[in-house]
């Protein structure tokens, strides 16, 4: 099964930009649907964005739609998350997670059967 690790996260302040890495090992990342959730101490984890095997689908929750990019590298078994214009809602620790073999990459938490540790994220204002 694959294990996931996530990082990449720290203190910015508003407006700043953020990349966040998860490296895959025990599998090859391409067999997996990826996403990014996050969630907020006393809160449910979220969806962030999702991305197919093979990047052909990406979505995004509407609070970070043209400000974070998902993206993947199969070869390099690694997923990112590139965050511009950062605010500090988005503060929060941010999970990575895998869904094997998706018929459809699906936003639901409980669609993934793997996860990562978490990296956590602080926007100042």
């Known amino acids: 099964q694959v294990r996931l690790a996530e990082s990449g996260g720290g203190l910015v302040q508003t407006g700043d930009s953020l990349e966040l890495s998860c490296v895959a090992s025990?599998?090859?990342?391409?067999?997996?649907?990826m996403a990014w959730f996050r969630q907020v101490p006393g809160k449910e984890r979220v969806f962030v964005a999702l991305?197919?095997?093979?990047?052909?689908?990406?979505e995004y929750s509407e609070s970070v739609m043209g400000r974070f990019t998902i993206s993947r590298d199969n070869n390099e078994n690694t997923l990112y998350l590139q965050m511009d214009s950062l605010k500090p809602e988005d503060t929060a620790v941010y999970y990575c997670?895998?869904?094997?073999?998706?018929?459809?990459?699906?936003?639901?938490?409980?669609?993934?059967?793997?996860w990562g540790q978490g990296t956590q994220v602080t926007v100042s204002s």
């Open positions: 997670a895998a869904e094997y073999r998706p018929s459809l990459p699906r936003r639901a938490l409980d669609s993934y059967e793997f």
């Open positions: 025990g599998g090859p990342l391409s067999d997996y649907g």
């Open positions: 991305i197919s095997q093979y990047s052909g689908i990406r």
